[in-house]
């Protein structure tokens, strides 16, 4: 089962740091590297992938980055982070854009109190905002996915965090990248942001979320918070890092949806195809 959320539907943060009781999710296919939790050294390797191609404006983009670095300081983080069988995550940040153009910006910290929890906040701030162009979704997955590999810590869970505002224009097929990274027992989560109406010049696409949940996240227990005003962004970011830290499902009062249906509500290569008929190419 995968979840659907609205930011607006329900205060998780608030529910999620009051214990409320909630389902575990696991992944869809038991992964060749998973372990025990005496194997463990983390409750969860996340990476957090965070567009910033041309149709993500300076704004944006700074509250994006604030919200990132505020949730991962927040009591409600900490009190998550602290419930853990272990206490403590690894994490990684990058940006991302064309299919060949990734940033880390944090290569993997672990997180296991306010200390550091601080301190990789406080470097994400301080990094320069930088702007790319092209969309290319599965270029972050592709990229994401080795870097589990290169992570000193292992994990009971690996989580993909995609955030962006558009669908995927350039590189392989989403889908592919997708199906390839939940066969590996890798759930990705998806933050689509809608805050502005659908543009030409942008390329945006209206029911983005519809499409992160049918052709972005995969794996059982994934879910989409979507963002559609700019006063959403900091509480948005704060419950998905609940979510993917804690490794639960959403409170019984946030409705569950079936899982994506075999045809897609929206096009996979809707990205594709604007682009080309735009381009021509």
């Known amino acids: 089962m995968r979840w659907w959320i609205s930011v607006g539907v329900a205060c998780l943060a608030g529910a999620l740091a009051g214990g409320v009781a909630v389902v575990s999710a696991a992944p869809r296919t038991p992964p060749a590297q998973q372990l025990s939790e005496k194997e463990a050294s983390v409750d969860v390797e996340l990476i957090l992938a965070v567009d910033v191609s041309y149709s993500m404006d300076l704004d944006e983009l700074a509250i994006q980055r604030e919200g990132y670095a505020q949730a991962l300081s927040s009591r409600e983080f900490l009190q998550a982070l602290k419930n853990g069988v272990h206490g403590r995550i690894a994490v990684t940040y990058f940006e991302w854009a064309a299919s060949s153009d990734q940033k880390i910006i944090i290569p993997w910290r672990l997180i296991d109190g306010p200390e550091s929890a601080d301190a990789v906040a406080a470097e994400i701030m301080k990094t320069p905002i930088r702007r790319a162009s092209r969309t290319s979704i599965s270029g972050a997955i592709y990229f994401a996915m080795p870097l589990f590999d290169e992570d000193p810590y292992r994990g009971l869970r690996r989580v993909i965090d995609i955030s962006g505002d558009g669908p995927n224009n350039n590189g392989s097929p989403v889908t592919i990248a997708r199906d390839e990274a939940v066969s590996k027992g890798i759930v990705i989560n998806g933050l689509p942001i809608m805050v502005k109406e659908p543009s030409y010049s942008t ?79």
């Not at 794996?219 to 948005?236: C, H, L, N, P």
């Not at 639960?248 to 949806?257: K, Q, T, Y």
């Not at 079936?258 to 809707?270: G, H, Q």
């Open 203 to 281: 390329m945006d696409i209206e029911n983005l979320d519809l499409y992160y949940k049918d052709c972005v996240t995969g794996g059982t227990g994934s879910f989409v918070v979507t963002i559609k005003s700019r006063d959403e962004f900091k509480e948005a970011i704060r419950t998905k890092l609940l979510m993917e830290v804690a490794g639960r499902a959403p409170p019984p009062r946030i409705v569950p949806v079936a899982d994506s249906p075999k045809d897609p509500r929206v096009s996979c290569l809707i990205g594709e195809k604007i682009w080309q008929d735009r381009w021509g190419r």
